[in-house]
């Protein structure tokens, strides 16, 4: 079965970095997009960055030149680096797969 596992999260200052990792099992990986959401206390889920199977990337606007998503298909992992982290990036972040999600991982970032 599909199976998404997120870490790195964790509570940061802000300015600070994170790197998230989703490691995949179950599917072939290096065949389907994988996209990295968040959902921030009462506000809805909002992607944050997509990769393709050749390694195209998009962005939300919010994180354009701070986040960068990146994947390595030998150990079926898609990674998120957060670099200069604000308070409203705080969320629950969640690694997707077409109909499939982690279980997510809490970024808190304080001011």
């Known amino acids: 079965q599909v199976q998404l596992v997120e870490s790195g999260g964790g509570l940061v200052q802000s300015g600070g970095s994170l790197r998230l990792s989703c490691v995949a099992s179950?599917?072939?990986?290096?065949?389907?997009?994988m996209s990295w959401y968040r959902q921030a206390p009462g506000k809805e889920r909002e992607l944050v960055a997509g990769?393709?199977?050749?390694?195209?990337?998009n962005y939300a606007d919010s994180v354009k030149g701070r986040f960068t998503i990146s994947r390595y298909n030998a150990n079926n992992t898609v990674y998120l680096q957060m670099n200069s982290l604000k308070p409203d990036d705080t969320a629950v972040y969640y690694c997707?797969?077409?109909?499939?999600w982690g279980q997510g991982t809490q970024v808190t970032v304080s001011s």
């Open positions: 990769i393709s199977p050749n390694g195209g990337t």
């Open positions: 997707h797969r077409l109909t499939y």
């Open positions: 179950g599917f072939s990986f290096s065949a389907y997009r």
